[in-house]
């Protein structure tokens, strides 16, 4: 093989090698940054949890949010009919 000899096969041989090189790390380090599928697993499970904790406040802050609500009419009512005062015409929208 004469592409192998003298000079020309030098470089050739350093190029291959360098090349060779390069591959063979870049494909380690693909490979390293890439999430096995017990590590995606692994966050969905996380995942679903944050989401039913995250819904069941959410639940908590609207259920009082409507008992804030109620608790306010209850209040105008009463103050209402401490002053007597009608109650005022709901607005139509």
């Given at each position: ?82 002053l ?10």
């Open positions: 093989m004469a592409l192998f000899n003298g000079t020309n096969g030098m470089i050739i041989k350093s190029a291959a090698a360098a090349i060779l090189a390069a591959a063979v790390i870049g494909g380690w380090a693909f490979a390293t940054t890439r999430a096995s599928s017990d590590d995606l697993e692994t966050h969905r499970v996380l995942d679903r949890g944050r989401h039913v904790k995250t819904n069941d406040v959410v639940a908590a802050i609207k259920e009082r949010a409507a008992e804030e609500r109620l608790r306010a009419a209850v209040f105008r009512a009463q103050i209402r009919a401490a007597n005062v009608k109650e005022p015409k709901p607005e139509l929208r």
